[in-house]
């Protein structure tokens, strides 16, 4: 893929420009000449040199990318890069349109803010009020707290179902009640409440989903049109929408997508009819005047959809201080930030701005790459000097090995991580367990920093205690804070360490007692462990992805999915007959688990 991309068609750009306080023509191409030449990881050492979008591209294999930069609330300039398509190499412009990903879910929260400014649904009230065509299965979880509109825009309701794959061309599409109810020909599991609303955190396009029906139920409108009434006009975003799949003469306009290993996506583009979560097709400039119209709303500048009051409350922390009303939020060392980010099949996409500052970048592209969407954001915060959005460049200092052999070793992370620090090739390098390894590079007599992360490391004793310490701080953060993890010694095991030496019995015993202990840690919630057991299957470790997902069975027995995940994982391993008993058991506790009644009619064809 990266071979394929020719400078020839990456030099194809198109530009539009918003001249601001008197800024001189030569003035603004400067700028984005250094945009352009500027790209970077997140640390910068003195003897660092940076790339040009044109370098990158090629890099990760990103076909076609567009831009919008803001600054005084307006758009500043916008410019695209590439081609929208690698067949037809037509070059992207201002006009071609990008699937938004989950950026869809901050633009959805507006409109349904909208309603809530008008007095038509309630942030506080059981959504269930509102749901005519569907109703949220009832549980243990609903029958002690019944889930809200504001549970749902903050992903705090325990709402299941992380994202969604979306349908190819081929692809009978579902509709949404049918996706709701995982029925055919959804590809995505019923979406559940199996967790308190109110209790945290969990990312959950499902709950999209159910505010999406909400709004349809509440006004009788079809989700798109409603969205267009509510939003997309009023901010005259008049290449934007929700249609799924596009109408004919939008989707002449729109990109091809492409998936990280450089293929192209089945059918050129998915369709996704969970429109609130992921169905949002836009540009740039569009995008941009999304992210404008909420930092005049909250300054009390212009009103066009929300009140200053709810643009505020959109904004105002819900968990802890990183997630408000359907967007995130971040606390620079005092310096307020919000966006979102966005991935579809083919499709990554960012919105970053800053609330009282009126400025921020919008980033589409036509492939899977958020790495390079990053290196591009960051280029925009350094030619525009976003406050405190950068770290300083930093100069590389030699290292005194024997000051740091002492604290060579295993050091406690969380529950079920841990990182070890060691020396290879005169290198000192941190390691999270099941991650590639990262070099620490010496900043100050006692700091280190990575180049992929902002976080500083440094190695202390712990004066409670007399224990070698791995201290990391913020340095990004609001206060900097600082986060410290014990030494372990060579004894003391974190359960997944057991699975690792392949006794099940004793890592199960451990999962149990953490659960025990707080039924809320991260590390031991369904989804956590799935993923942590697919992250080995699909790195070729079988019976660890085996033994995972059987703990993963047993602390969550009435879970129909673990059971899918553990069939999968006998199946990969050659063992047919406990597929069959796990696919069965997930098929008895969800009798519409597609991929259950699929996978068991092959294996009794056999």
């Known amino acids: 893929m990266k071979g394929m991309i020719l400078c020839s068609w990456l030099l194809a750009t198109f530009l539009v420009v918003h001249k601001s306080n008197g800024q001189s023509t030569s003035a603004l191409a400067a700028d984005i000449k250094s945009v352009e030449e500027g790209l970077r990881p997140p640390v910068l050492f003195q003897d660092d040199t940076t790339w040009t979008i044109e370098e990158r591209m090629e890099y990760y294999g990103v076909p076609g990318m567009s831009m919008a930069v803001i600054e005084d609330f307006k758009i500043r300039w916008s410019k695209s890069y590439g081609v929208m398509d690698l067949e037809t190499k037509r070059p992207v412009s201002d006009n071609t349109l990008f699937q938004a990903g989950s950026i869809s879910k901050p633009v959805a929260a507006y409109g349904v803010l909208s309603l809530v400014d008008r007095g038509e649904v ?39 179902v992380h994202g969604f794959l979306g349908y190819d061309i081929y692809e009978k ?46 006004t009788g409108q079809t989700y798109p049109e409603l969205m267009k009434k509510l939003v997309l006009e009023p901010l005259q975003m008049t290449n934007s929408t929700y249609d799924q799949p596009l109408s004919a003469d939008r989707l002449l306009h729109a990109a091809t997508g492409y998936l990280p290993d450089g293929s192209m996506t089945k059918g050129k583009r998915h369709t996704y009819p969970e429109m609130a979560a992921a169905g949002l097709w836009t540009t740039a400039r569009d995008l941009a005047k999304f992210a404008i119209d909420i930092q005049m709303s909250v300054s009390g500048r212009e009103n066009k959809v929300l009140s200053q009051e709810m643009a505020n409350q959109m904004l105002t922390p819900v968990f802890e201080d990183f997630i408000g009303l359907g967007i995130f939020l971040e606390n620079r060392i005092g310096t307020h930030y919000f966006g979102h980010g966005g991935w579809d099949e ?77 020396l290879e090739n005169e290198k000192l390098y941190i390691q999270y367990r099941r991650n590639p390894p990262e070099e620490l590079f010496r900043i100050s007599d006692q700091l280190f920093i990575r180049k992929e992360r902002e976080k500083l490391v440094s190695f202390g004793i712990n004066p409670e205690d007399s224990k ?37 019995d004793q890592a199960l015993a451990e999962y149990k007692k953490l659960k025990s202990n707080d039924r809320s840690d991260p590390d031991i919630q369904e989804f956590q462990l799935n993923r942590v057991g697919y992250q080995l299957l699909e790195a070729g470790f079988l019976q660890q992805a085996i033994d995972v997902f059987r703990v993963n069975v047993a602390l969550y027995p009435e879970s129909f999915n673990v059971y899918d995940s553990l069939g999968e994982a006998y199946l990969s391993n050659g063992e047919s007959e406990k597929a069959k008993v796990n696919y069965q058991r997930s098929l008895e506790l969800n009798p519409q688990n597609l991929n259950a009644k699929k996978v068991l009619e092959t294996l009794y064809a056999k």
Not at 136 to 152: A, C
Not at 184 to 199: D, H, R, W
Not at 387 to 402: A, Q, T, V
């Open 122 to 160: 309630s942030l506080t009230q059981p959504v269930q009020h509102y749901l005519k065509s569907w109703q949220i299965p009832v549980s243990s979880f609903t029958d002690q707290q019944s889930i809200t509109l504001k549970h749902l825009l903050s992903h705090t309701g325990g709402v299941t």
């Open 173 to 218: 599409v579902p509709t949404l009640i049918q996706v709701l109810n995982g029925e055919e020909p959804a590809n995505s599991a019923a979406i559940t409440i199996n967790k308190l609303p109110g209790e945290g955190f969990r990312y959950s396009g499902g709950g999209y989903c159910i505010m999406q029906q909400v709004m349809v139920d509440q």
């Open 346 to 422: 083919g499709f990554s996409s960012d919105l970053t701005a800053n609330r009282e500052g009126g400025y921020g970048v919008v980033i589409l592209t036509n492939s899977n790459h958020p790495d390079f969407i990053s290196e591009v954001r960051r280029s925009v915060a350094q030619v525009y000097d976003w406050s405190n959005y950068l770290l300083p460049r930093y100069e590389k200092l030699p290292i005194d090995f024997e000051k740091v052999e002492p604290y060579l070793g295993r050091y406690w992370f969380s529950s079920d991580q841990i990182a070890t620090i060691y």
């Open 468 to 504: 070698k310490h791995l201290v990391f701080r913020d340095e990004g953060s609001k206060d900097q804070l600082e986060y410290v993890h014990p030494k372990l010694t060579n004894s003391e095991k974190i359960p997944y360490e057991w699975i690792e030496a392949g006794q099940f």
